[in-house]
């Protein structure tokens, strides 16, 4: 298994486009998380899904966020529009719902918003 | 409200020298606490779990409930284990669709040769 998949790497926008973050979880995890990652802050939840259901989004900073888990291996994160204050890197992660506290962890998006 | 802090952002210590990286929480109960690692260029992954008593690649973490402490260390540090670090705690009632860490704000160690 490649382990978490998330793409883009790197992503820069402008101010005011809209962005989606991917990713694609470790087969038969069925706990997903986004995370953002920054120097300030550290690592910040921001949703977390359980058998694609939405179970948290309280750390989902505004409406310009939000975050969708069509299938078992496949989520999005969308800002709209981007803002400069969300550069950030965001992160992805799965676990088995057995060994829920052992998260794996993709490679993160590194966001630039100008 | 639980909570997990870790005071130092940045941590910088001599190649040989022993090392402790501080994580205090707040929480109500027993808690199980974790430790993940995230090396420069690779991805976030579990460093060890206190419930395990174990030691990884040198470290340790033991819990102190009278300091409510969950400190990392490891007697002589190595290059190798220039990271950043970040100290978990689970919710207190494990929720029964699944279960989120919260993470504290990381320490990033440097070891200097």
């Known amino acids: 298994d490649a382990g978490v998949i998330q793409s883009p790497r790197h992503e820069v926008t402008e101010m005011g486009q809209e962005v989606t973050l991917r990713c694609k979880p470790i087969s038969g995890h069925n706990s997903l998380f986004w995370y953002r990652q920054t120097m300030m802050r550290g690592l910040e939840l921001l949703i977390y899904?359980?058998?694609?259901?939405?179970?948290?989004d309280s750390g989902m900073p505004e409406d310009r966020f939000s975050a969708k888990m069509p299938n078992a291996s496949f989520s999005t994160l969308k800002i709209q529009p981007s803002e400069p204050r969300d550069s950030a890197v965001y992160f992805c992660a799965s676990s088995y719902r057995r060994h829920q506290e052992k998260l794996f962890f993709g490679s993160g998006t590194q966001l630039s918003v100008l | 409200a639980q909570r997990v802090t870790q005071p130092e952002k940045l941590l910088s210590v001599f190649k040989g020298a022993p090392v402790e990286l501080k994580c205090n929480y707040s929480?109500?109960?027993?808690?199980?606490l974790f430790w993940y690692v995230q090396y420069s260029r690779q991805r976030l992954q579990l460093l060890l779990r206190?419930?395990s008593r174990e030691s990884i690649k040198g470290f340790t973490a033991d819990l102190n409930k009278g300091e409510t402490s969950f400190h990392l260390k490891k007697p002589f540090a190595q290059e190798e284990d220039s990271a950043m670090y970040y100290c978990?705690?689970?919710?207190?009632?494990?929720?029964?669709?699944?279960?989120?860490?919260?993470f504290g704000e990381g320490t990033q160690l440097t070891v200097n040769p």
């Open positions: 929480y109500s109960g027993s808690p199980e």
């Open positions: 899904f359980n058998n694609n259901v939405p179970i948290d």
């Open positions: 206190h419930i």
């Open positions: 978990a705690l689970p919710p207190r009632v494990q929720e029964t669709s699944g279960s989120r860490l919260t």
